[in-house]
């Protein structure tokens, strides 16, 4: 295992294509529900317990080497709404492009010849993390904390919040990105017996739905 290798795939530079994305945050700026650093704070908790969650047991699933195919098909009922659903697979498809020529592995290749159009960014994740030789607690870290870390950077560009107070905000949320991460690598373990239904699946009716309004702009910084 290496911790250098789950620096790289957890590196906002990372080439995946999450920089073009901001978790929801456009919307909720453009709707006032986040204006300051503690609204920002708000949405990032709220996001963090339930997509982030969500993301997170798909992702350690992926990195147990549990089949991949069956975890899209449960990551496409976890996400209702069909913007979200594409959002996933481009993230997941521009993901795949930067992981397979990191790491490159069966796993991948496999995933990639079976979802041409992109497999669910979450579940990329975890068989990238597989890959590197990471464990699913790796995984389900990284994508707590790109659950939480995107919609803080876009928040920045769009309010023109002090990077300071932003990163300020991530930090304390800290033990609660260790908790839910552990709490998903759990049920993680658990599902080449149990099946993936033992798999988080919170929700976030207000993310689908300003994820959909949000697709609809004919203008907009983000792509979603």
């Known amino acids: 295992m290496s911790r250098t290798a789950l620096l790289i795939l957890a590196d906002g530079r990372f080439p995946a294509g999450g920089h073009a994305h901001s978790g929801g945050m456009e919307a909720a700026v453009a709707s006032g529900g986040v204006h300051d650093t503690a609204s920002l704070e708000a949405f990032c908790r709220g996001r963090l317990h339930t997509a982030g969650l969500t993301a997170a047991g798909l992702a350690a699933a992926a990195a147990t080497g549990y089949d991949a195919l069956a975890l899209d098909e449960a990551a496409d009922t976890r996400t209702p709404a069909p913007a979200l659903r594409r959002v996933a697979r481009r993230l997941g498809r521009q993901m795949m492009r930067a992981v397979r020529a990191t790491w490159p592995c069966a796993g991948l290749d496999h995933l990639a010849r079976h979802r041409p159009q992109g497999a669910h960014q979450p579940v990329v994740l975890g068989v990238a993390a597989r890959a590197a030789g990471l464990t699913p ?20 560009r769009l309010l023109s919040l002090d990077p300071f107070d932003a990163t300020g905000v991530l930090a304390r949320l800290t033990d609660e990105l260790d908790a839910v991460a552990g709490a ?3 049920a993680a373990e658990r599902v080449a017996a149990e099946g993936v239904a033992v798999l988080p699946a919170a929700s976030a009716p207000l993310l689908d739905i300003t994820g959909e309004q949000h697709a609809a702009w004919t203008v907009r910084l983000f792509a979603s």
């Open 137 to 156: 607690l790796d995984a389900a870290h990284a994508a707590v904390y790109e659950s939480v870390g995107g919609p803080a950077t876009a928040a920045v």
């Open 184 to 186: 998903a690598a759990d």
